[in-house]
């Protein structure tokens, strides 16, 4: 496995990435080739649509029906 030096890192860049990886709970080392994999790896494209599409179908088979008026009711009690 290829290993890279950074050279001349700011103290306060240094930091930030210690403390990105304390609160994700990762080493140093992971959480930059974390970084770095999730900015060169391709972005995924949604299907919005499509998505939408099964939710409907997951809707449908749960035959579960409220009213705007239940809903408002809902998010009132803090539901939703």
Known sequence: MA???LKALP???????????????RSLNQEVI?????TIAPSRHVDVEAM???E???RARLHFTTTPKEMDAYKR???L
């Open 52 to 54: 939408l599409a099964r």
């Open 3 to 5: 290993s890279i030096t």
């Open 56 to 58: 409907k179908r997951f």
């Open 34 to 38: 974390t970084m770095l994999e999730e």
């Open 11 to 25: 103290t306060s860049l240094h930091r930030a990435l210690k403390s990105r990886a304390s609160r994700h709970k």
């Open 77 to 79: 009690q803090g539901r």
